[in-house]
């Protein structure tokens, strides 16, 4: 999961991020955490939205990290919480974060909550993310070696190898003598592909890859590395470069993952799985609910870059679409059916067979899914929305209309995700013969965007026939 800048995110939770800010401004503290946490749960890669959570988060504790005994106390009542995030982290990174970011809103400075978010980031490959609490983990523990050692580490993933420089170059003396350390500098000191600061200017949208290095091989290498050109040319490089590191590497993880997504790129399906098969049977890989759903992802390239190559003039393209669409879905559920029974806490998962049984039209299968769902945060107003839609199909319409309530309720962005709730709701009034009430719901969506579906029809003719 790539870290994200403002202009990668939607318009609307653009808007809750400025509406964060400026209650940040305003010292409102609690209202600022609440719209940075709702923006984060939806784009957990968003770092501009994390480090203004961090801001807030601080501010709002006036900056006191406390004594012992408030550390001592602290710790325990986030206990639950750290063990639930604990318990995440393997399956769900960014599930864990979530709970994380519950237990910083209340203690900004857990050693152990700043831990797991740096686990979790680094897991989800967002080294500035696990930076910011590896920096506060940095100054709880001024003298820790290893943990010195990984923040440079993170701060030069994250393209800031002066700043790494002089961090390490601090630590080293207390230890000047220290090999690891002297290591650990020259490693940072021989990267070639990030040799220069301005990583902030690129993630503002004020520069570019080509501004902040200034040796021009160096920029054209990382464009590849960051997919930023993805030309077949550049693609094929790029394979060859990897293959060659493996030779030499054969256990790393990361540069065989980046062959697989690089063969998946090219549309060779067989090598790429290979690769991913080679991650599973690792040991990391084999608990790693997400390596099985890359597998499951590419075999589905698999089937849709079979459907592209048919011809749409052939005389049995109708058939051979319907053949293929028809085996693709089947694969889809068996393979989603065989992830559940691995990792059967894991809501994700849930969620997905959910919206794989409901395609099929198992809609008694789709609602027992949906109903596990919704335990997990950041699928629970989607699962109360396709829940809603089952009983709605079940004709069970009071009971649609009381979830999608709820759900309504529940959701406090004004997004497109909101206005599929709103107008859903409009519809089971409607099936219920509750037209004056249909009618509100849809000119909710008027008011903001007359062009959502049939909403604008709707009303039109609803005043039409006043």
């Known amino acids: 999961m790539a870290e994200k800048t403002g202009n990668e995110i939607s318009h ?4 809750v991020f400025i509406k964060g800010n400026e209650a940040l401004q305003r010292e409102n503290y609690d209202y600022a955490l609440d719209l940075f946490t709702q923006v984060l749960e939806k784009e957990p ?3 501009e939205a ?6 807030a988060q601080s501010k709002k504790s006036g900056g006191n990290t406390g004594g012992f005994f408030k550390k001592a106390f602290s710790n325990v009542g986030a206990s639950p919480q750290l063990a639930k995030a604990k318990m995440a982290l393997q399956k769900n990174p960014a599930e864990a974060m979530v709970t994380v970011e ?3 809103n209340g203690d900004p400075n857990n050693s152990m909550a700043h831990r797991l978010m740096a686990d979790a980031a680094e897991a989800l490959e967002m080294p500035r ?13 001024p003298k820790d070696k290893n943990l010195a050692i990984e923040y440079g580490k993170a701060l030069a993933d994250a393209g800031e190898v002066q700043k790494a420089e002089r961090t390490l170059a601090e630590f080293s003396r207390m230890m000047p003598n220290d090999p690891e350390v002297s290591q650990a500098l020259k490693n940072l000191s021989a990267r070639h592909t990030m040799n220069s600061g301005g990583y902030d200017a690129l993630a503002d949208g004020q520069g570019s890859y080509r501004d902040i290095l200034k040796d021009k091989k160096g920029s054209e290498t990382l464009e590849q590395e960051g997919r930023v050109q993805k030309s077949e040319d550049n693609t094929q490089r790029l394979i060859g470069e990897y293959e060659m590191r493996l030779k030499t590497e054969p256990n790393n993880l990361k540069t065989i993952r980046n062959l697989a997504e690089l063969y998946t790129l090219k549309k060779q399906f067989d090598k790429a799985l290979h690769y991913w098969e080679k991650i599973k049977a690792s040991d990391t890989g084999a608990s790693d609910s ?16 079979q459907i592209e190559q048919l011809n749409p003039f052939g005389a049995e393209h109708a058939t051979e679409l319907a053949r293929l669409r028809a085996e693709k879905l089947v694969f889809q559920i068996s393979e989603c059916q065989k992830r559940v029974e691995k990792f059967p806490t894991d809501l994700i998962i849930r969620f997905e067979m959910g919206q794989l049984y409901f395609q099929a039209g198992k809609i008694g299968e789709a609602t027992a899914e949906f109903q596990k769902a919704q335990g997990n945060p950041n699928k629970r107003i989607a699962a109360m929305n396709y829940l809603a839609q089952c009983f709605a199909k079940r004709k069970m319409f009071d009971l649609a209309s009381k979830t999608l309530q709820n759900a309504i309720k529940e959701k406090l962005v004004f997004d497109e995700e909101k206005k599929d709730l709103i107008y859903n709701l409009g519809c089971v009034l409607e099936s219920m013969d509750k037209k004056e009430e249909a009618i509100e719901q849809f000119k909710q969506i008027y008011e903001v965007d007359i062009g959502y579906k049939d909403v604008g029809a709707k009303v039109d003719a609803f005043y039409a026939g006043q």
């Not at 609307?12 to 808007?15: A, G, Q, V």
């Not at 994390?50 to 801001?55: E, G, H, N, P």
């Not at 930076?131 to 709880?140: C, G, I, Y």
């Not at 390596?291 to 870059?305: G, H, S």
């Open 12 to 15: 609307d939770l653009r808007r």
């Open 45 to 47: 890669g968003f770092y």
């Open 290 to 305: 997400s390596i099985d759903k890359a597998i499951a992802d590419t075999k589905v390239r698999q089937f849709d870059a």
């Open 129 to 141: 993310t696990a930076a910011l609490s590896l920096e506060v983990l940095a100054k709880n523990s």
């Open 50 to 55: 994390r480090k203004a959570l961090r801001t």
């Open 102 to 104: 519950q237990i910083l």
